[in-house]
């Protein structure tokens, strides 16, 4: 079982609200086998005021593409654009590592509007 690191240093209220995090719906994912570690490409639909957005994400281990579609998932929408091998990811999908230290996304349920903001 992975190490559970130490708590984080202490910020403040503020410093969180700069962290734009919102729930999305997994409309597209395929295979990125040009990224060093095994990973997805996936498309986000973060509703009309955001609209949908790409991500590189390494949860081979736990998800199947195909079932990906539809699931919701949050991912912080406000970081730069990040360059991943031929491949511009634009958000940062959430997740915890489980037991075995593989990625397990950030869900909800039951299901809330694309788009809505982390409070």
């Known amino acids: 079982m992975p190490e559970t690191p130490p708590i984080a240093p202490t910020i403040a209220y503020d410093d969180f609200l700069k962290i734009d995090v919102r ?3 997994i409309v597209a994912c395929e295979p990125f086998p040009q990224a060093r570690k095994p990973a997805y490409k996936l498309r986000i639909d973060f509703g009309s005021a955001i609209g949908i957005r790409k991500s590189s994400a390494q949860i081979t281990e736990l998800y199947q593409p195909a079932e990906l579609i539809g699931r919701q998932v ?10 991943i091998g031929p491949f511009l990811s634009e958000v940062l999908v959430l997740g ?9 996304l950030v869900t909800v349920a039951p299901r809330v509007p694309d788009g809505g903001r982390l409070f």
């Open 74 to 83: 949050a991912a912080v929408v406000n970081f730069p654009p990040r360059q």
């Open 96 to 104: 915890f590592p489980d037991a075995r230290g593989r990625v397990a």
């Open 23 to 25: 729930v999305g719906t």
